[in-house]
């Protein structure tokens, strides 16, 4: 089993004061999931749908060395309310997953997340 750890400094402190439950809800799903047997985006899959989350994209990434993969993932907790997102990385050895409210792996990490979060509501 494949716990997720935070990749990025103060990543713990910031979801502790988001008080994001679906994020920490993503968090526990991956943690109990196999990355290495099933892979990173199966795995991300199979969490999203037992937490009833909008999986976006994974893309590979180039720029930054210590990750090689993000994954992205959306919600609203009203129909009213504005999207909410989770960043998921792989790290470079594929061993480790890192949830984070902000994506600092890829450039415009949140604008893309925003574009395929209304190109999905709208194919809906």
Known sequence: MIATETAYPGAR?????????????????????DILSDGFEASVRAACASCGLTFLFNLPVFDDPAV??????????TTDASPEF????????????????????LDHGAAVA???YDLIGTAE
């Open 86 to 105: 989770a960043f998921v990385t792989l790290d470079r050895d594929g061993r480790a997953v890192a949830v984070s409210a902000q994506c600092t792996c």
């Open 13 to 33: 402190e910031t979801l502790a004061h988001t008080g994001s439950l679906k994020q920490v809800e993503l968090e526990l799903a991956l943690a109990s999931s």
């Open 68 to 77: 090689q993969r993000v994954a992205a993932i959306a919600w609203q907790e």
């Open 114 to 116: 925003l574009a395929w």
